[in-house]
């Protein structure tokens, strides 16, 4: 069974820094490509940013663009997303994503960006 599971998620101020971490398994982790995606409440969820199999491509939304980044250990079949310069706008619940014959996703960990 493949199963992600997201953490690393906390309350932090403004502009403050957080690594949020998903640990994989039940599928060959170096073979896919892994993704971050957020959710607020009331709005859509949002692709945050995507990584290739072997690291090499990154890619981000716009609105974390600079201020996210995202990496992996493939011997550790660990995804990672490093979150700096938080902003209240960045408050949300952060899900780890593999497509593995199906979408699969972690649980969540939430992020709250507040004073």
């Known amino acids: 069974q493949v199963q992600l599971v997201e953490s690393g998620g906390g309350l932090v101020q403004p502009g403050g820094s957080l690594r949020l971490s998903c640990a994989a398994s039940?599928?060959?982790?170096?073979?896919?490509?892994m993704t971050w995606y957020r959710q607020a409440p009331g709005k859509e969820r949002e692709l945050v940013a995507v990584?290739?199999?072997?690291?090499?491509?990154?890619n981000y939304a716009d609105s974390v663009q600079g201020r996210f980044a995202i990496s992996r250990d493939n011997a550790k079949n660990m995804v990672y997303l490093q979150m700096a310069s938080l902003k209240p706008e960045d408050t949300a619940v952060y899900y780890c994503?593999?497509?593995?014959?199906?979408?699969?996703w972690g649980q969540g960990t939430q992020v709250t960006v507040s004073s």
């Open positions: 994503n593999v497509e593995v014959h199906r979408n699969v």
């Open positions: 039940g599928f060959t982790f170096s073979g896919y490509s």
């Open positions: 990584i290739s199999s072997t690291g090499y491509s990154t």
